[in-house]
């Protein structure tokens, strides 16, 4: 499964995610003491690991 970083924000932010602030091409989304850094390029496509691992870690999996 093919994402970008803002449809993964997206999710995210449907599952009670909040977004803390942008650093540069970095969204720093929280919840609670979680924290999480998607990159947001454009129309690009997260790569498969790293898309994994941010759906691991925001619970999305």
Avoid: A, F
């Avoid at 994402?3 to 997206?10: A, E, F, N, R, S």
């Avoid at 803390?20 to 919840?31: A, L, N, P, T």
């Avoid at 609670?32 to 496509?45: A, E, F, I, W």
């Amino acid at each position: 499964m093919k994402m970008t970083g803002k449809q993964l924000i997206k999710l995210l932010k449907q599952t009670g995610w909040e977004l803390e602030r942008i650093q540069g091409s970095h969204h720093i989304m929280v919840k609670g003491t979680k924290t999480l850094s998607v990159p947001v390029h454009g129309n690009k496509d997260l790569g498969k690991g790293l898309l994994h691992v941010l759906q691991k870690q925001g619970g999305l999996k």
